[in-house]
């Protein structure tokens, strides 16, 4: 069992960078992949990056990709998502998210076991 929860959004203008973390409480937190997802308003949620158990492996949806960096502390038991040169289309709720094991790809909504409640990120044009 792991108990997700993220922090760091909020209000931040076109262009600017915000930095998302999700702290994990339970056990084994490197054991776990993990993955940022968003949802924006009437829309379904989608994968925005993943990192595998140790760090070494990381995938990222091509819309974010050389924007966003993911990373995650293990002796923390915390993941984060860098997000820089925001643009008002990266508005949503941004949801971290793990799974057991190691991945081999980007993770998809189906793949993940457990959710934190979201963070809502609103980039302002």
């Known amino acids: 069992q792991v108990h997700l929860v993220e922090s760091g959004g909020g209000l931040v203008q076109d262009g600017g960078s915000l930095r998302l973390s999700c702290a994990a409480s339970?056990?084994?937190?490197?054991?776990?992949?993990m993955g940022w997802f968003r949802q924006a308003p009437g829309k379904e949620r989608e994968s925005v990056a993943t990192i595998s158990w140790t760090g070494a492996r990381t995938y990222y949806a091509d819309s974010v990709k050389g924007r966003f960096t993911i990373s995650r502390d293990n002796a923390k038991n915390t993941v984060y998502l860098q997000m820089n040169s925001l643009k008002p289309e990266d508005t949503a709720v941004y949801y971290c998210?793990?799974?057991?094991?190691?991945?081999?790809?980007?993770?998809?909504?189906?793949?993940?076991?457990?959710w934190g409640k979201g963070t809502l990120v609103t980039v302002s044009s």
């Open positions: 339970g056990r084994a937190f490197s054991s776990y992949s």
């Open positions: 998210a793990a799974r057991p094991g190691s991945i081999s790809t980007m993770t998809s909504t189906r793949d993940m076991d457990y």
